[in-house]
Every structure is written in C-alpha cells, then in structure tokens.
C-alpha cells in the first residue's frame, strides 16, 4: 500500500478507524494509528462506534467512562506525536490535511445518500440506486429530501459541524452570517466557558478535553434522534414524502 500511494501525490490520504468497540484497548488503537501514517496516511479519522438500530448488530458500544478514557487517550497520543488534531475524532501529519464535509460552510454531494449543505437548505439523495439511476438518466436530481433552514436554525447548524473541528472562529461566523457570534449565542457560550467546555482567547472558542467529549457523547444522541431514524426510512423508501423526527 505503500508504494502504491508513492506512485501518486494525492493532497490527502485518509484512514477511517472504529474505537469503544468491546474488548478494544488503547494498545490496539496505537498500533493502528502508527501503521496508518506509516503506510503513507496524512489524516485519520478515528470514529466512536454508534449502535445504529437500523443494523440489528449484536454489538454493544463501551461505557461512557471508558469512552472518555480511550478518546482522551487517542488525542494525547496523536498530540504527543506532532499530529494536528483537525477534529474531534480527526488527527493529520500537518495543518493542511483535511478531509470532512463537516468542516466545510457548504459542499456538494454526488452519489447515492451523498448529501449537499448550501446557504439555506440541506439536501440528501435517495438511498436506492435504482431510483438515483432513473433520476439521473431523465435529467432530474436524485434529491429525497431537503430541509429548509430559517436563519436561525442555519446559525445552529454552522456551530454544531463548525464545533467538529473544536474550534468557532467569532470573526468567521460574523463573515458568515453578517451578525456578531456574541450577540447570538453570548449567554451559552458564557456558560461552556464556565462549565470548563471550552476557553476563548482573541475570539477564537477552543473546546477543551472535557467539552471535545461531551460534544462526542451528546453527538451520539443526535445521531440516534436525527440520522438514525432518517438513514432506517430511507433505506426503506426511496422519496419518502416527509421525516417527521
């Protein structure tokens, strides 16, 4: 593998992995990321594992301790190493190597399920490959939902996936939303930084250890709540009329 990806100069190479998995240690962690960025990776991602009720898996996810301990764990490792830590679960061997949607303001996606965040909605498209194909072939797009925002809804959003990353810039949601981050979410933000979730120097929000796993273990309860329950009725139904969640 890698000699294959020496034969080519791709901006990045990234390797996806699964912790809180039963029997899983930080040893076995470790070893998998020094192969990753030894086999030429120059971003990871290593993932919480997510229960999804859709997979009838027999696999139960670790307890909330012991999740907190080996994403603590990861992240000192990989920090101790020199590796940038891009997101909550994301490390790179430099500044530049990026590989998320949830780290973009907007994107496009192409392909089935794939989804696309533009400035006022977010779209999703069918899970069928039947269904994409016909739409594709009569010159329609293959979109099975789409959500509107309201510009407060589109505020919240920005933070949650901007969150990803572990850090808001106050001057890039200003640029963003053309309104001061302070005066939209002032008061919360005062209490993350009291509640030691994030610190805040020269406008720019860092989360810290604690708060980078709890936006981890409360991202599990949206996952459930939101993408569980969409993902399970689209796997069903390729244009279902409407999600109630």
């Known amino acids: 593998m890698t000699a294959a990806l020496q034969e080519i100069s791709f901006e990045t190479v990234s390797m996806d ?14 070893t998998d990321i020094d192969m990753a960025f030894a086999s030429g990776a120059n971003h990871i991602a290593v993932y919480p594992f997510i229960d999804f ?38 490390f790179a061997s430099k500044e530049s190597a990026g590989y998320s949607s949830m780290t973009r303001d907007n994107f496009l996606g192409f392909g089935c ?57 106050a001057a890039e949601f200003e640029k963003f939303f053309g309104v001061p981050l302070e005066r939209m979410f002032g008061a919360a933000l005062k209490i993350a930084q009291a509640l030691g979730f994030v610190t805040c120097k020269e406008g720019v929000y860092r989360m ?29 139904e390729a244009f279902p009329e409407r999600i109630q969640l």
Not at 17 to 30: K, V, Y
Not at 56 to 84: F, M
Not at 224 to 233: P, S, V
């Open 17 to 30: 992995f699964i912790f809180a998995l039963p029997g899983q240690t930080f040893a076995d962690l470790r």
């Open 208 to 236: 810290t250890l604690k708060g980078a796993f709890y936006y981890h273990y409360y991202e599990n309860f949206y996952t459930l709540a939101y993408i569980d329950k969409m993902w399970g009725i689209m796997r069903r």
């Open 113 to 169: 399920s794939a989804t696309t965040l533009l400035q006022e909605q977010f779209k999703i498209n069918t899970f069928s490959v039947e269904a994409y194909c016909q739409r594709i072939r009569s010159g329609k797009l293959p979109t099975s939902l789409t959500l509107r925002f309201t510009r407060r809804q589109r505020m919240v959003y920005y933070l949650f996936w901007t969150a990803y990353s572990t850090k808001v810039e």
């Open 53 to 90: 009720t859709f997979t009838e898996s027999s696999v139960r996810s670790l307890p909330k301790s012991r999740k907190r301990k080996l994403l603590d764990d990861i992240t000192n490792y990989c920090l101790a190493r020199g590796y940038v830590r891009s997101s909550i679960w994301t």
